[in-house]
C-alpha cells in the first residue's frame, strides 16, 4: 500500500462523511421533532407549513449537502471498481452506497409526495386524505434516509481513518 495515493480518497471520504451527517441531522430532525408537531396542527395549517418547508429546502446550504454527499458516494463507488480493495476502500464505498441508497429514496419517494402536496389547496377535501396519507409514508421514507444517512457517515468517517492509518 506504500506509495499509494491516499489524499484525494481521504478528502473525498471526509467531505461526505461530514454532508451526509448535516443530512442525517436534517432527516433526523424532521421525523422525530417536525412531523409530529405539523400532524398535531389542523390539516390545513400543517398542509401549508409543509409546502412552505419543501419550497425553501431547495437552498445552496442543504443541497450543498444532500448533493455533496451523493457525488462522493458516486466517486468512491467507481473508486472502488478502479483500485485495490482494502477495508478501507470497502469502508468508503459502502459509506457512499448507503448514501446513495438514501438519495435514491429521497427521488423515488420523498420527491414525488412532496410534488402531489405542492399541487393540493389547503382546504379542499382530497387534502386532508393527501395529509393525512403524507404523513405516515414522507416521514416513514425520511426515517429511513436519515438511518441510511448517519450509517453513511459512520463508514465514511471509518473508511477515511482507516485510509489514512495504513499509509505514510
Known sequence: MRGRPVLLPALVGAAGALTAGVTA??????????????????????????QAFNRTAVQPPFMV???GAAAAG?????RLLRSERTPA?????AGGALYLGGFALTVVVNVPLNDRLASVAT?????VALWQAYLGEWTRANTVRGVLSALATAALLAGTVGVLRHDP
Open 25 to 50: 441531522v436534517v432527516y433526523a430532525t424532521f421525523s422525530a421533532r417536525v412531523m409530529p408537531a405539523l400532524a398535531r396542527l389542523p390539516d390545513a395549517v400543517g398542509i401549508e407549513r409543509m
Open 65 to 67: 449537502c444532500f448533493f
Open 74 to 78: 458516486a466517486y468512491l463507488l467507481v
Open 89 to 93: 476502500d470497502l469502508l468508503l464505498a
Open 123 to 127: 382546504r379542499s377535501p382530497e387534502a
